[in-house]
C-alpha cells in the first residue's frame, strides 16, 4: 500500500509539472490562419498569404510560407519547453508559444503574429464569429450593441474601434415584429419576421429596389450568442457583429 501511495504522489508531482494548456504532443502538420497586426486580425486566405509547418517526432521541421507569387521551404530542427517551441533554422533560433491549443508565432521587429493550428481544426479557428447556427425567436429580443466587424479583409474588435476611427454607437433595438437600428444619432425603424426554418430574422423596409422587391436584412445568430447582419456601405460589404446588453 506505501509503495502504491508513493506511486500516485509522484503521478500527482509530475502533472503539477506540466503548465496549464501546455501541449504534450505537437507534432504534426500546423496551418497558419490568420495575422494580428496592430491588434487587427487579418484572414490569412483572404489577403493571399499561406504559410505551414510540419513538427516530426524526430525533433526536425519543414516550414512553407507562399505570398501568392513566390513560395520558400525552410528545413530545421525543433524543441519544446513547456509551452515555448523553440525552432532552429539556417542557425536562427526563435520561441513560439502554444496557446490555447494554437501556435503563436511573433515576426521579430514588427511585432505582426501568425497564429498556425492543426491542420484538421485549421477550417474552424478563426477568430471571426462567422460560425452560423439555427436561433429561436426568442433569443433575438433584446438591446444589442456593435461589438466588432469585418471588413476589406479585417476583422476589428471594440478595443480597436477608436484607433481606426469607427464609430461603435450601432444598436438595435429588437421587439416581436420591430426592429429599431440607432446609429450616428438617427433611427431606422424596420417590420420583422423571424423564420423557423433557418432561424434568422428578416428585417424590411418600405423602400423596394429596380425590381419591385422589398429591401430585406438578414439577422442572423453566430455560435458565440451574437448576431450578425450584413450591409453593403459605399460599395463595400461590411459584417456587423453585435452583442446583447
Do not use: H
Not at 19 to 39: H, L
Not at 108 to 124: H, K, Y
Not at 175 to 201: H, I, P, R, Y
Amino acid at each position: 500500500m506505501k509503495k502504491l501511495i508513493a506511486l500516485l504522489m509522484i503521478l500527482c508531482l509530475a502533472s503539477l509539472m506540466i503548465p496549464a494548456g501546455a501541449e504534450t504532443d505537437i507534432t504534426g502538420n500546423w496551418v497558419g490562419t490568420e495575422i494580428v497586426s496592430d491588434g487587427v486580425t487579418y484572414r490569412m486566405a483572404d489577403v493571399g498569404m499561406a504559410f505551414s509547418i510540419t513538427l516530426n517526432p524526430d525533433g526536425t521541421l519543414v516550414s512553407n510560407a507562399s505570398d501568392g507569387e513566390s513560395s520558400e521551404e525552410v528545413k530545421g530542427t525543433w524543441s519544446l519547453n513547456g509551452n515555448i517551441l523553440t525552432t532552429v533554422t539556417d542557425g536562427d533560433a526563435e520561441d513560439l508559444k502554444i496557446v490555447d491549443g494554437k501556435i503563436i508565432y511573433t515576426t521579430p521587429g514588427n511585432g505582426m503574429s501568425i497564429i498556425l493550428c492543426r491542420e484538421g481544426d485549421a477550417s474552424t479557428a478563426s477568430s471571426v464569429p462567422n460560425k452560423i447556427r439555427a436561433a429561436s425567436g426568442d433569443e433575438f429580443i433584446g438591446t444589442w450593441k456593435l461589438c466588432s466587424l469585418y471588413a476589406m479583409d479585417m476583422y476589428v474588435t471594440a478595443d480597436q474601434f477608436a484607433a481606426l476611427g469607427v464609430d461603435d454607437d450601432l444598436t438595435m433595438q429588437i421587439q416581436n415584429g420591430k426592429v429599431v437600428m440607432s446609429f450616428g444619432g438617427e433611427s431606422l425603424e424596420f417590420k420583422s419576421t423571424f423564420s423557423s426554418l433557418d432561424g434568422a430574422l428578416a428585417m424590411t423596409t418600405g423602400q423596394k429596389d429596380e425590381n419591385n422587391m422589398a429591401s430585406v436584412i438578414l439577422v442572423k445568430m453566430t455560435d458565440q450568442g451574437l448576431i450578425t447582419l450584413t450591409m453593403n456601405m459605399e460599395d463595400m460589404k461590411v459584417d456587423y457583429f453585435l452583442a446583447k446588453q
